[in-house]
């Protein structure tokens, strides 16, 4: 049966959606986020059907629940879904990596740029492509539909997205990213690109100043409408979408062995893209335990569990004066205070307190109205029942710098296994989570969300003083040789302002166009 799905935005401004709409707009226009018209169930007996299926053909059920046939064939989304892993190096895709202390780190870093984010931005990039090749057709230039997709990134994102998009037609990629904050192989692996429709922007600023730059462009209704912006960044409901695959293909792996099993993910978390796709999974009905949040030192989620207050400076000691922006730690893709997925769980917490007899329009003004004074104010508290059914879903633990260190040494130590630090993050949370009463029985399944070569200074920190360690031979992929001294091409934005973001885009559009005519 096709899936009957549409999308709406978590702010109630807009309904009714298609997935392609929905993926083309990126952002509502109320500034919500687009969310499915309902969570689909699983098939019956889907544990059988699907266990024998490669990545790809599971990632082709699973998007057939939430994509209508009217709008992607199954012939067009099996091709698309092919096409996205067959870039990827490893014959499972996302495989499992059994640790000598019983944990399994799901690897997630075997696509292009080395990071989780290629999972969906191969997809994503892929489907852009379809819905704009439908659109324009052989349309002479002038009249053909052009997109120009502005991302934020804290390093992983960007790569990912420039590898999903670069030489794509009637498309252009603008990529901010926070000066200095990014490891030195993101930066490279961004800035290498030289392709013409990739663009690299650096703001003296934060990943958090680049991803609110982001949703002002998507804000500014003119401009919106002039160039057609979309989004790469996990507000994009497809990025979510094709991260649900690697929760359903673990548990599964896991199942072949042992029909009993008990399943807990762990999930380094930052923007709460990653975490929010196994929420889905297990709402659809895939049989997994709370999912466990894991942060560094940027701690607002970590907080929230505690405390029900979801706010951007920690008041816990007193009042907090002065601007609060992200610490810099060795996991810097999590360096991020506002985690803008968040939004799409709180939707359905405001949900749960107006079910079962209201509509979801209530829960878009419940919604609207916690983000709108978290805005103002930096600042929500949720009453303790929506606390209480937030910790029916997750729970959260906080990992330091100095830990995240020391995790990657124990591991080395114990398995001769390299963890990036953001690993380094989950698996430290998984090891406390392993420990608590009930958990005996429990397979714990920590996301490995990047691969250690990524990070050089954290890694060669944590492991230079063992005797016979070498980066270069043991770490490094062939794929970084040269990476750090090819030609690169990179616009400094200099401090956060939207109307110079602005101008750098239209001025490239513009240098674009007159290299294609
Ligand atoms: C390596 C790595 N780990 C973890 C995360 C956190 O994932 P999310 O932002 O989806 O919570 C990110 C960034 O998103 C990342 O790049
Ligand atoms: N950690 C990310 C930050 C952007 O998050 P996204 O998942 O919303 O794209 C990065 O590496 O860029």
Known sequence: MSSQVTYQSTR???????????????LAND???????????????????????????LAYEIMSLYIPRSEISAEELKDLAARSYATFRHPETTPLKKLNN???????????????????????????EFFLTRKNGDKPEEERDHLTVVGATSGDTGSA?????????????????????????????????????????????????????????????????????????????????AQITYYFYAYLSLYKQNKDVKVRFVVPTGNFGDILAGYYAKEMGLPTEKLVIATNENDIL???????RYEKADTSKGPVTGPVCAKETYSPAMDILVSSNFERYLWYLARQQVAPNHTDSEACEILAKWMNEFKTNGS????????DAARKDFV?????????????????ETDKYVLDPHTAVGVEATTRRMKEAGAEGTTFVSLSTAHPAKFDAAVNL?????????????????????????ERRVIFSGAPRIEVIKQIVEINLEREKKMTV
């Not at 109630?12 to 990126?26: I, R, T």
């Not at 929500?380 to 606390?387: I, K, N, S, T």
């Open 462 to 486: 944590a492991l230079s003083s063992f005797e016979g360690y070498n980066f270069e031979t043991q770490v490094m992929p062939r794929e970084f040789h040269g990476l750090k001294d090819a």
């Open 161 to 241: 997205a420039i590898y999903g998009l670069r030489g794509k037609k009637d498309v252009s990629v603008f990529i901010l990213f926070p000066e200095g904050r990014v490891s030195p192989v993101q930066e490279a692996q961004m800035t290498t690109v030289t392709d013409p429709n990739v663009h690299c922007v650096t703001v003296a600023g934060v990943f958090d100043d680049c991803q609110d730059l982001v949703k002002q462009v998507f804000g500014d209704a003119e401009f919106n409408r002039k160039h057609h912006v979309g989004a790469v960044n996990s507000i994009n409901w497809a990025r979510i979408l």
């Open 12 to 26: 109630g401004g807009s309904s009714n959606f298609s997935f392609e709409d929905a993926v083309l707009k990126g």
């Open 380 to 387: 929500v508290a949720v009453r303790p029942e929506v606390l």
């Open 396 to 412: 959260s633990e906080r990992v330091d710098n100095e830990t995240t260190i020391a995790t990657i040494k124990k591991v080395y």
């Open 102 to 128: 019983g944990i399994n780190v799901l690897e997630l870093f075997h696509g292009p740029t080395f990071a989780f984010k290629d999972v969906a931005l191969q997809f994503l990039g892929n489907l852009f």
């Open 302 to 308: 970590d907080r929230f569990f505690h405390t029900g």
């Open 31 to 57: 500034g919500g986020l687009f969310i499915p018209s309902e969570i689909p169930k699983l098939p019956e007996g889907w544990k059988e059907k699907w266990s024998s299926l490669s990545f790809p053909e």
